[in-house]
């Protein structure tokens, strides 16, 4: 495959995945016994009863009274365009509140993915290299432990541990290495969990070989060996189960941002479900599935630079 | 006999819970939902063997409907997902072509999304409640099925022993009954359990982040939620739902890992 091949195939799983995003919401919301302009009118005068005459002035103001496919073709435009309109509660821009929350989120995962995958090499690399023994075993049940616990439930341990018991972290303020290392350690410690078993397998995978037993009988010191010959290829069912990594990256920001209280991508989209903030909601749903799917890109095009010659 | 004892422990795991899913609340007939304030915080007694949570409901019998709730929705979703994956592999590879690619595209594009999202997303503008938590969960879970089934389907296709009972006059129900059925089950019935798994992690997260749910359901992630505050007065309320998670979660996991399966060469 060409990088151009790559790039293409990748676009169009772009365009496609938004259209399917944009599709949903928009026939998920249209499609409601209830009326739409009724609902925003709620939202939007919280308190004020919904009445006919609000219903009207929503109906103008959003072009509700419109047939309802030029409503399909002008919100598929405005989705591409990234245009979202503005927030139901807060009357803002959705895209600023998007980039608001976005550099937030961004921040906390990319220093935890980082983190993750930093314990995961190692621990998964330790275990493939002595597997059966008792480090094997221990670390197996941990990280057998970490993916069976859901993550809301770390988060909720890790606040308990080490903001309550010892006080070494808070939960208030946006920025700062005391608000966020604690934030960052739990999301490390969900990326590890699965990641690490991955890369023991992959490890011990690439051990049994039989070009790996070749040159060990042959007298090849086995560490040099193995960083020369093997590490490349147990790299590769790594990269591969990258986009899983990521997947399960998004479920954790929505999670252990609304535990942390953490304002990121994931707590604005969990207040603006509670709120039925539709434009907003669609908004950051749109945000994190482009941004997962980026992270794939980028893992698929790692991929592709690393093997490239091997590839048919 | 040594390699069949985690198959065993899997089995033995899994079925006890189902036990208590599907036996459990009728056995143990207390209401879930009755609350009584006079008896909030109660610890675990003869009267109540788990305590009661901050509303004084039952602990035990929450926890109970809890998992009727939870493997309720993992297993409809496992298995409406599972019907449409093969039926929609069957149709890919009985037609071949453009039908393939198209639903091979097709099914990239829905395995590609972050399936939680969608579900947070919908799940409150349609309502909420189960039957909504369900159909969200299958429009994304279904993909992985397609994908196994016609990949799977598709190597047996071209095999040679597909091809020797071709040539010997076998019918192609026959082939199907004989000689794919055998192969895929295992191979779905352990994607299924790992799902099944996952699913259940799904639920308690929607649960405890309160979409689509309404409060008088007993669901464990938002039993979690409510109770986590209180760990100090409460804490055996508090571990029960959790036990109950990471009980399903390891039975399953186990069981996938340990399915003994034919292998099938893929080239």
């Given amino acids: 495959m060409t990088l151009a091949s790559v790039l293409a195939r990748k676009a169009l799983l772009i365009v496609t995945i938004t259209l399917l995003v944009a599709t949903c919401s928009f026939w998920a919301v249209h499609l409601l016994p209830e009326n739409l302009a009724l609902q925003i009118a709620a939202a939007r005068f919280s308190g004020a009863e919904p009445s006919q005459d609000l219903a009207y002035v929503v109906n103008q103001t959003y072009g509700l009274d419109r047939p309802i496919l030029v409503q399909y073709a002008d919100w598929l435009a405005r989705t591409l365009r990234f245009d979202f309109g503005t927030s139901l509660v807060t009357g803002r821009d959705v895209s600023h509140d998007i980039a608001h929350h976005g550099v937030n989120s961004l921040r906390t995962v990319f220093w935890g993915f980082l983190a993750g995958v930093g314990f995961a090499l190692p621990i998964g690399y330790f275990c493939g290299r002595f597997a059966d023994s008792r480090l094997d075993t221990a670390l197996t049940v941990f990280s057998a432990t970490v993916s069976t616990i859901p993550s809301f439930l770390v988060a909720i341990i890790m606040v308990q541990i080490f903001v309550v018991e010892f006080g070494l972290a808070t939960l208030s303020g946006t920025s700062g290495w005391t608000r966020l290392w604690v934030l960052i350690l739990t999301i490390a410690l969900s990326v590890s969990g699965a990641l690490s078993r991955v890369v023991r397998a992959a490890v011990i995978d690439v051990r049994g070989q039989p070009y790996m037993q070749h040159a060990l009988m042959r007298g090849v010191p086995e560490r040099q060996l193995f960083w020369r010959h093997g590490a490349k290829n147990a790299l590769r069912p790594i990269l591969n189960y990258l986009p899983v990594v990521f997947m399960f990256l998004i479920y954790d920001v929505i999670v252990i941002e609304t535990v942390f209280n953490y304002h990121g991508l994931g707590w604005a989209l969990i207040n603006a479900v509670r709120a039925l903030d539709v434009p907003l909601m669609q908004g950051l749903v749109l945000a994190l599935v482009l941004f997962y799917l980026c992270c794939t890109t980028i893992s698929d095009l790692l991929t592709w630079r690393i093997y490239r010659q091997r590839a048919v | ?267």
């Fill in chain 2, 1 to 267: 006999m040594l390699r069949q004892t985690p198959w065993t422990l899997g089995v033995a795991l899994t079925l006890m819970f189902v036990g208590a899913a599907v036996f459990g609340p009728l056995i143990y007939s207390v209401d879930p939902d009755a609350q009584n304030l006079m008896s909030a915080f109660a610890h675990a007694g003869s009267e109540h063997p788990l305590g009661t949570d901050q509303l004084g409901r039952d602990i035990l019998a929450r926890v109970l409907h809890g998992a009727r709730y939870s493997a309720g929705i993992a297993v409809s979703v496992i298995l409406f997902s599972l019907a449409m994956g093969c039926v929609l592999a069957g149709v890919a590879m009985w037609f071949g072509g453009i039908v393939s690619t198209a639903l091979t595209l097709f099914s990239d594009a829905v395995y590609a999304l972050p399936g939680l999202l969608v579900t947070i997303l919908l799940a409150d503008v349609l309502g909420g409640g189960a039957v909504i938590i369900i159909f969200l969960l299958w429009l994304v879970a279904w993909p992985e099925y397609f994908r196994l089934s016609y990949s799977i389907g598709q190597h047996l296709m071209n095999s040679d022993h597909v091809l020797a009972s071709r040539l010997a006059g076998a019918s192609g129900a026959r082939i199907f009954r004989l000689q794919v059925v055998p192969v895929i089950l295992p191979y779905l019935l352990s994607l299924g359990a790992i799902s099944v798994g996952r699913i259940v992690l799904s639920i308690a997260t929607l649960g405890f982040l309160g979409i689509g749910i309404a409060p008088p359901q007993a669901e464990w992630g938002m039993m979690i939620n409510d109770l986590r505050v209180y760990w100090q007065i409460a804490p055996i309320q508090l571990a029960a739902p959790v036990l109950a998670i990471v009980w399903i979660v390891l039975a399953l996991l186990i069981l996938s890992q340990s399915m003994p399966k034919a292998k099938v060469g893929f080239g």
